[in-house]
């Protein structure tokens, strides 16, 4: 059963810092893409950050410089570090696999989310 399992969201004043967990399980970790997400209400789920296998990262504009993406293969685990963050980085923030092969382990899934609030 493939799970991916978001941890770290919450409360925090613009300013400060947040690092978001993704821990997977039921998928070969080291052969997936990963990825963040956020969601916010009424809008599209979009594209925060992305890892590949071999560590190359990908940045939306207005992260850029502030977030940090990461992975730690031998614990099936990526971060999102997250600072300077300001009010409109407020949303449900989402981990996403994606596979780059067609082998069994390779999945694409989502995690179910977790909630950021940046106060001002």
């Known amino acids: 059963q493939v799970q991916l399992v978001e941890s770290g969201g919450g409360l925090v004043q613009a300013g400060g810092s947040l690092r978001l967990s993704c821990a997977a399980s039921g998928i070969s970790f080291s052969i997936n893409n990963m990825g963040w997400y956020r969601q916010t209400p009424g809008k599209q789920r979009d594209l925060v950050a992305h890892?590949?296998?071999?560590?190359?990262?990908y940045y939306a504009n207005s992260v850029k410089g502030r977030f940090t993406i990461s992975r730690d293969n031998a614990k099936n685990t990526v971060y999102l570090q997250m600072n300077s963050v300001k009010p409109e980085d407020t949303a449900v923030y989402y981990c996403?696999?994606?596979?780059?092969?067609?082998?069994?382990?390779?999945?694409?899934?989502w995690g179910q989310g977790t909630q950021v609030t940046v106060s001002s």
């Open positions: 996403r696999s994606i596979p780059i092969t067609t082998s069994p382990g390779a999945k694409n899934a």
């Open positions: 890892i590949t296998t071999g560590g190359s990262t």
